[in-house]
């Protein structure tokens, strides 16, 4: 496994969706009744349903990708640049991984399918980053939750 791509989660599509449906119908509302602002928030909210939030795991970094209708940035962070990374745990059963080092440090908050999975993405690196558990280590249960 080389890369891993951190997929939007179900619970978001399902509101993308009804942004999606909202929006249009207050685009059209705003047309037929010639009110702006329903107008203007239609198009919020069509905008919102377009951005897209994208982030791979390699064994050399993160690649962070957020595109939208204006916007399509892409940020990294490369593993060889690392002090440490650290994972936590959420409230919210998600792991947090924060990747340390001097300048810029940043973070990613996956589900729980992925997260073991780029612990050893991790691990199969030659020049090994040091991995800091602020929680339980993964155990084999905690998949089959």
């Known amino acids: 496994m080389d890369k891993i791509v951190i997929k939007e989660n179900e619970k978001n599509r399902r509101l993308k969706i009804i942004g999606l449906v909202l929006g249009v119908f207050l685009v059209i509302l705003g047309i037929k009744t010639r009110k702006t602002r329903e107008l203007f928030i239609g198009i919020i909210f069509l905008y919102f349903t377009v951005y897209k939030k994208e982030n791979t795991v390699t064994k050399d970094g993160v690649v962070y990708r957020h595109k939208g209708i204006f916007i399509d940035r892409k940020d990294s962070v490369d593993f060889s ?65």
């Open 81 to 145: 640049t690392l002090d440490r990374i650290i994972v936590y745990r959420a409230k919210d059963g998600k792991y947090i991984f924060y990747f340390d080092r001097e300048d810029n440090p940043k973070g990613i908050k996956v589900e729980r399918e992925y997260a073991e999975s780029i612990v050893k993405l991790i691990e199969s690196r030659e020049d090994k980053v040091p991995i800091e558990y602020a929680c339980e280590p993964f155990r084999e249960e905690d998949n089959e939750e």
